[in-house]
């Protein structure tokens, strides 16, 4: 470990270019168009607008499962811009699309194309559709999963451009049977009232797939692939609006949340040069190149950041704090057992390799689970959480490792710099844990009893993302800024219509503003038409627009919500079972995972928070941060275990891995509070919707790793490896102060 003057200089100027350079790149970017800087990170409509489209269905009484079809396909299309966008239905015969951080409507447009209707015609049915007869299709637009235009690097001719076509199950089943009867004839390819393509058959085609080739060029074979795609919606829509639309928060909203961040940074560096001396120096100084990281990273690989994603950075500061207080502790432990600093330092991040890599694998699997199986925001949170982890793990086990020999090879080198951990006394854990398994139980029960007899059977506050509601238009005289709506006009609506929940939608460069609302009966909405319109009048010759809109939230993408935890689930059991070669732990681990869920659960029907998409992001982050003081304890008692004997007692064996890791759980408990209670305190109201249940979900996850994971992993099988003795142990002391 010792260094050098040549690399101490070298490394001092790599940590120092590192930290100046992501700074100004953060700032400014990398090129003169300032990519990969935070000003170019794309904002979400909440933060920024975005462009709104609204499409009319041309079909009469259209069924519900064609509708939410073409939604979920909408949906999936646009995650190509965002993955934060929104479809929603909106009236009973309007599809709405929202996508955020774009501001050409025209371009949009082009690219998202006008669903139409899609056909594939043999020659008898092209022959009555040309005379206006009627026909029956050999295909639709259903039938076809998707369509993308490819060149064949193996060819020089003409020939090497095609489109790739991929079929539905039921839509191979007919596309096979289409080929097989016109063999060496003619499908007819037809979009909305068009001919498209007209290729012959060459042979039968199974397999779900096909390609058409001899296109004349890339462009003509992409153009064709673009009209099957969007043909391929159920229903066929006609564009009735496009607009640009403002900001759903105004700039207050951005300032708070950054003042939170900064306040929250500060006290979080403070609290950790003041607990951890040298070490806190070091987490520090690794904070703000892993906070710059993330934003460059962001930046460059175009993410959608809404107000909930910043939420999430900022929580992912408190967070990446987590394995330096991992590495910290073990130092302080092995400069107690009376270890060299220099020698604890290398053992330090040794030992505590295992429990990292373990603790942010399982969120990686969750997150990668999330992002393969999830659509929309959970695509977008799994991306960003994905983000974090990876620049949070380069930043603690590489650039805190050489900031740390460094500061050691300049002279840091007096144990007091360092500080260390003597456990005096073994805490009797498992002694406690029928009580600790009665006190879960009866919170999570009567919890939800509460909750349920005090709101009948609506026991969650769902939110307009979730339920829908009614959206109000207002065409006023004049164009009033985003102040004046947001401190103004909401709160009179709020007031007239008796609720609590309102969302704004202004029209750039227009006087048009819609609020959206859950469902008003007729005296609400005549209350705050009135009340509205008695101080803002609206435009002569115009009148308030009305129409009832389903959740922006779709069933799919709860349903892609719900599997993706429920598979993150399993795959995290399995590595777990992997890493630790015994079942019970990984058994305990998910057990204690769905008991933090359930406690997060129980303060969102008691406390009345609203549940929307930060509902989602909440839980998914809950899911994957509860997991690591699990791992923690887990890996401790792993460690422990390789030195056991018949004659172990195991109840001291774990008694003493919970109290050994005691410090580490509560020191990152704190790091990730410090960040959320600046959130709670200096956030917006949708912001605080965040935070309150993370604080929740955080002081559950601390409490379950502490008291039910080992007590659980104990009971179900881990006693038998030794000799159980309900009492701990008198810790063994050393000549230099270090117990075991």
């Avoid at 100027?13 to 800087?37: H, K, V």
Wanted: overall charge negative.
């Amino acid at each position: 470990m010792k260094y050098n003057m040549t690399k101490k200089v070298c490394y001092s100027i790599i940590i120092a270019a590192m930290a100046i350079g992501f700074t100004l790149i953060a700032i400014f970017g990398i090129d003169e168009n300032g990519s990969g800087s935070a000003k170019d990170i794309n904002l979400g409509l909440d933060l920024a607008g975005g462009v709104s489209i609204t499409y009319e269905i041309q079909e009469d009484n259209p069924t519900s499962q064609d509708v939410d079809d073409t939604i979920y396909k909408l949906q999936k299309r646009v995650e190509g811009k965002s993955t934060e966008s929104q479809v929603y239905k909106a009236g009973d015969n309007r599809i709405t699309v929202e996508i955020p951080g774009v501001t050409d409507a025209n371009e949009i447009l082009q690219e998202l194309g006008t669903p139409g209707s899609l056909e594939f015609l043999d020659s008898d049915g092209y022959a009555a559709w040309a005379n206006g007869e009627e026909y029956t299709p050999l295909l639709t637009g259903s039938d076809v999963k998707g369509a993308q235009a490819y060149t064949d690097t193996s060819s020089n001719s003409s020939s090497s451009f095609g489109v790739q076509l991929t079929f539905t199950d039921e839509g191979s089943t007919k596309f096979a049977e289409a080929t097989k009867a016109n063999l060496n004839k003619i499908i007819y390819i037809v979009y909305d009232g068009e001919v498209k393509s007209a290729p012959t058959v060459q042979s039968e085609i199974t397999g779900g797939t096909a390609s058409i080739t001899n296109m004349e060029s890339y462009e003509s074979a992409d153009t064709l692939a673009t009209f099957v795609r969007i043909g391929s919606i159920p229903l066929t829509l006609q564009e009735v609006s496009s607009n640009i639309v403002g900001a759903q928060l105004g700039h207050d909203a951005i300032t708070t949340s950054l003042y939170a961040a900064i306040l929250g940074l500060v006290l979080l560096c403070v609290f950790m040069i003041a607990v951890y001396r040298i070490p806190g120096v070091v987490a520090t100084i690794a904070l703000w190149i892993y906070t710059a990281g993330v934003l460059i990273l962001v930046s460059v690989y175009d993410l959608t950041l809404t107000l909930p994603g910043i939420a999430g950075i900022i929580l992912g500061i408190g967070m990446a704090v987590d394995a330096n207080v991992i590495i910290y502790t073990r130092i302080r432990e092995e400069i107690a057992a009376g270890r060299a600093v220099e020698s604890a330092i290398t053992t330090g991040y040794s030992k505590a390799l295992s429990a990292i890599v373990d603790g942010n694998v399982t969120t990686l699997i969750s997150a990668a689970v999330l992002y393969i199986f999830g659509s929309g925001p959970i695509k977008g949170f799994a991306t960003t959480l994905a983000v974090g982890i990876v620049a949070s793990m380069f930043t603690a086990l590489v650039i805190t490792r050489v900031i740390m020999k460094l500061l050691y090879n300049f002279g840091f080198t007096d144990p007091k710099w360092y500080g260390k951990t003597v456990h005096k006394k073994t805490f009797n854990v498992l002694g406690i844990r029928k009580w600790c398994f009665i006190g879960s139980i009866v919170v999570i029960v009567a919890g939800f009893m509460g909750a349920f007899s005090a709101a009948g059977k609506k026991t969650l506050n769902y939110s307009l993302e979730f339920v829908g509601g009614t959206t109000t238009t207002f065409t006023f005289d004049k164009e009033y800024t985003q102040a004046e709506i947001e401190n103004d006009m909401i709160p009179i609506i709020k007031t007239a219509a008796n609720v609590t929940e309102v969302q704004q939608q202004k029209v750039q460069n227009s006087t048009k503003v819609s609020f959206k609302t859950k469902d008003l009966t007729l005296d609400q909405r005549e209350a705050m038409e009135n009340a509205v319109t008695a101080k803002y009048p609206v435009q002569d010759g115009t009148i308030v627009e009305s129409d009832t809109i389903s959740s922006s939230v779709s069933a799919t993408t709860k349903r892609d919500a719900f599997v993706s935890v429920i598979i993150a689930t399993i795959c995290m059991l399995i590595y777990i079972w992997f890493r630790f070669r015994d079942i019970r732990f990984a058994a305990a681990a998910v057990i204690a995972l769905i008991h933090d869920v359930l406690i997060v659960l129980t303060f969102y029907a008691l406390a009345r928070v609203s549940v929307g998409t930060t509902f989602i992001a909440c839980m998914l982050t809950i899911v994957g941060y509860s997991i690591n003081g699990t791992i923690i304890i887990f890996d401790r008692i792993r460690e422990k275990l390789k030195s056991a004997n018949a004659k172990t007692d195991i109840t001291e064996l774990v008694n003493s891995s919970i109290t050994y890791t005691f410090t580490r759980n509560v020191n990152t408990t704190l790091t990730t509070l410090i960040m959320l209670v600046c959130l709670l305190i200096f956030g917006v109201a949708s912001v605080k919707e965040f935070a309150a249940p993370l604080i929740v979900g955080i002081l559950a996850g601390a409490y379950s790793s502490i008291c039910i994971t080992s007590a659980l992993w104990y009971i179900m099988g881990g006693k038998k490896r030794g000799i159980v003795n309900e009492q701990p142990v008198k810790a063994k002391t050393y000549e230099d102060g270090a117990q075991v």
